[in-house]
């Protein structure tokens, strides 16, 4: 490995050969969960050193060589370690194994866009928030590249809840992710009902979606119906009231999987998704604000606890996950924030949390 590090560092030219070289020996020294590609640290500052002085490394020690004999296998593992930001920023651009390696299917099963949030302000009409060119064209370009080494091999999406989309990247993103099974998009605002729709009949293979909660949600429900024939697992971010339930009940009966954690959730609608939803299995209520409203004149009221029918209707599921806990951490801030969560408050990545294994992320 030296001695391609050093005969390579010879030939190459540019900034991104650079700082590959340098992610590459930085990842080979930090690999401790493989002993065949790890070194030790103080082994690769050497090697680094050694590059940087003027004739390199002794000229015994010296095997001319060129990057396309360091096997591919080695290099996929190494940029399995990089975020995307790294994945892009050039590597693929060192030589033609570099690329070959970046275009690894393997690399590209999952595309996290989780750590990267929209530069935006909220505004006061439609759709409620302005996201600064800039920030636009650095998702455009990351879209771009991303979407170009993945070869159409992308099968889970994940944006941030601060990451704005447009139509025209929904889009194109869409077009080059043909076999995706899973979106996680909690931040709907610069998506028009066509976008959303134009994506959903390109994705034929979607089984799980991640959304938040929408005013008029039979348009997407119905599309999802006649387009996704393998669609069975569906997580709502936000209030889920009893027309919500009455479209998925209408459209998705057969759903195996759903979660509304952290929700505001009458007693009423979860009834009705026991009683009508035969085919589900997992259902996920934990940390919801559950309100009872009971008949006029008297005020609804929050339930600090399920009673007996609820749990009886809910024993026929495989999983029926539930948190009412005044001690609760999330059970409270969902109370606080009165079953709308307001996820910038807290900690990062803590609205990738779900107790449906499946649905964390």
């Known amino acids: 490995m030296r001695e391609i590090l050093e005969a390579n560092s010879q030939d190459s030219s540019g900034s991104d050969a650079s700082v590959a ?13 493989n002993p065949h590609l790890s070194l030790r640290f103080g082994d690769a500052v050497k090697v680094l050193g050694d ?34 930001y790294q994945l892009t920023s050039g590597i693929a651009q060192v030589c033609s194994s570099w690329r070959m390696a970046c275009c690894d299917p393997l ?34 370009r990351l879209l771009k590249t991303s979407l170009s080494l993945s070869q159409g091999n992308i099968m889970t999406l994940i944006f941030h809840f601060n990451l704005y989309v447009s139509d ?67 997580k709502v971010m936000g209030p889920f009231d009893n027309f919500f339930a009455a479209t998925i009940i209408m459209y998705l009966p057969n759903i195996r999987v759903l979660s509304l954690r952290c929700s505001m959730l009458v007693k009423d609608t979860l009834i009705s998704i026991l009683d009508e939803l035969r085919n ?29 029918s609820i749990l009886e209707k809910a024993s026929r599921l495989r999983e029926f996950l539930t948190c009412m806990n005044d001690s609760c951490s999330m059970c409270q ?4 924030d009165e079953g709308l969560m307001r996820w910038y408050k807290y900690e990062e990545g803590v609205w990738k949390a779900d107790e449906v294994s499946s649905l964390s992320l």
């Not at 070289?21 to 969960?33: D, E, F, R, T």
């Not at 001319?64 to 290099?75: G, K, P, V």
């Not at 801030?333 to 606080?336: D, I, V």
């Open 280 to 308: 589900l299995e997992v259902l996920n209520i934990s940390h919801c604000l559950l309100i009872e409203i009971p008949p006029p004149p008297a005020p609804r009221r929050i339930m600090r606890e399920l009673d007996q």
């Open 51 to 84: 590059i940087g002085k003027p004739g390199g490394m002794e000229e015994s020690d010296r095997v001319a060589r060129r990057w396309e004999d360091l096997d591919i296998d080695i290099l996929v593992k190494i940029f399995q370690s990089f975020d995307i």
């Open 107 to 140: 690399l590209w099963r999952t595309l996290d866009l989780s750590m990267m949030k929209s530069n935006f302000i909220k505004i006061p009409l439609e759709p409620y928030v302005y996201v600064d060119a800039r920030s636009d064209r650095t998702l455009t």
């Open 168 to 234: 025209d990247q929904l889009t194109y993103t869409a077009e080059r992710c043909p076999h995706l099974r899973r979106l996680v998009m909690p931040a709907w605002n610069r998506i028009k009902k066509t976008g959303i729709c134009k994506a959903i009949r390109m994705w034929k293979d979607l089984e799980s979606l991640t959304m938040p909660s929408i005013a008029n949600p039979p348009y997407l429900l119905e599309e999802i119906a006649n387009n996704c024939k393998n669609f069975s697992e569906l």
């Open 21 to 33: 070289i340098k992610w590459l020996v930085y990842s080979l020294a930090n690999n401790s969960q």
């Open 333 to 336: 801030r969902t109370r606080n």
